[in-house]
């Protein structure tokens, strides 16, 4: 079974400042895929980014960037240039890759950080 | 475009009661999943419909039943409820046959269910 492990319960910064939020992960699988979502106080779970494990090239979507690190098995998500907008709670999870995409689907969320941008 | 529907959106049962939640997936979307996420933490996969069937299921106990429709939507139905089935219920939605390039699932609002 795969776990999701997210240190940081609580997060603070200042509007335009960078924050990293942490991820680590553990499986025995070697073909999966990591995923950021935000969810908002509105509920609606928004995925931000995502990485495919066979790519050593780190995904950036605009402000946001990960750093992958497959042997020790860590995710971070950095947030640049934060703004109002970016409060929200913030999972790591995790979907293994399946033969025939039968595990398809099957995400593995963290506890969560919940981040503040602060004016 | 319709994105993903849940209906409703809040809902008061009391222990023992048993209930139902709905979802209508993302226009073009055959797959729904539904995760429960109890207060302040992370959603925890209950099980995944594809083709009116049950592909993939969670650690939840078999009071936790599901059913998808012709028309792709989707139910979750849980019999004897406990204090500890409060929760917000997700449903996602996503096309299968993207699965190989792993397109994101679309997630609805969510159903907020209480038990007194």
């Known amino acids: 079974a795969q776990t999701v492990t997210q240190s940081q319960p609580e997060m603070s910064v200042q509007e335009a400042e960078t924050v990293t939020l942490s991820c680590t992960y553990d499986t025995s699988e070697n073909n999966y895929y990591l995923f950021w979502y935000k969810q908002p106080p509105s509920r609606q779970m928004i995925l931000v980014i995502r990485?495919?494990?066979?790519?050593?090239q780190n995904a950036t979507e605009n402000r946001f960037s990960v750093n992958f690190q497959k042997a020790a098995k860590s995710f971070s998500l950095k947030i640049s240039d934060s703004q109002l907008g970016d409060t929200a709670m913030y999972f790591c999870a995790f979907m293994k890759q399946g033969a025939g995409g039968t595990s398809y689907g099957k995400l593995t969320f963290g506890q969560g950080t919940i981040l503040t941008v602060h004016p | 475009d319709a994105g993903v529907t849940q209906s409703p959106t809040h809902l008061i049962k009391t222990r023992g009661q048993q209930v139902t939640l709905r979802c209508s997936p993302k226009s073009g979307h055959d797959t729904v999943s539904w995760y429960q996420q109890a207060l302040g933490q992370g959603p925890q996969f209950i099980f995944q419909?594809?083709?009116?069937?049950?592909?993939q299921r969670g650690n939840f106990p078999d009071r936790f039943s599901g059913h998808q429709f012709p028309n792709y939507s989707s139910e979750l139905n849980v019999n004897a409820l406990l204090l500890g089935d409060s929760a917000l219920y997700l449903c996602a939605s996503s096309l299968f046959r993207d699965r190989v390039r792993t397109q994101p699932q679309h997630f609805g609002d969510g159903t907020r269910l209480s038990i007194l």
């Open positions: 990485q495919e494990a066979y790519k050593q």
């Open positions: 419909y594809y083709e009116e069937e049950e592909r």
